[in-house]
């Protein structure tokens, strides 16, 4: 679900009015990035920027309630597309394959995007590289029935937010391998020399094959307002001339 992505972080990018209902959901994304780096933030900004696109609902899974919700914009203020999010918390990894495998039996309208905030935590119950490919499957198996509830032209778009350790071991770098078997698209947040005031970050997007790769600079004020413009290099770029804000870090 790159787009989803870019249209955060790019809001210039963002669809018209007549491709609202229209647009595909893209490959899986996975957002990876150390402790504090925004995951969380870019997350639910993507279901703010899902939610207003007049299809379906936005499923949020996470093992514990958001601290706080973005600020700084007019869509963390609009009603009507917080109320187009479910939250959902399952605690534990038995509890998350619980809803996902339970997921054909869910009535209303089919969700147009699944997140899911920290991969890292339930897979720490159960570290084996057979049990990370079998929940990223699941995962994928879900969006894609979610995707044939909701009909051609559209489907269900899936974010996952991995958080990342500076020097992981081994084990981690074979988990990870493994995952990005099934995520073909990737954005990193890496940390950047800080501003007056402010925790910057560098996002790499990488669309999966669906388009070049785009950067941008992070930046979180200390209460917690994020900012988003291009990165120098892409100052150029028209599909990047423009700035956005939110807030929420994790």
Known sequence: MAEALRRVLSPSSAAGPEEENTAEAGPPLLLLGGPGSGKTALLFAAALETAGEGRGPVLFLTRRPLQSLPRGTGAALDHLR??????????????LLH??????????????LLLLDGLEEYLAEDPGLQEAAYLAALLLDTADHFSHRVGPGGGCGLIVALQTQEEGDSGDALQLSVLQRYFPAQCWLQPDAPGPGQHRLRASLEPGGLGPRAEWCVAFRPDGEMTVTPWPAQAGDPSSDKGSSSGGQR
Request: charged share 20%; aromatic share 8%.
């Open 99 to 112: 809803l996902l495998c339970s997921a054909h039996e869910a009535r209303g309208p089919a969700p147009s």
């Open 82 to 95: 917080l109320q187009k999010i479910r939250f959902q918390y399952p605690p534990s990894t038995r509890e």
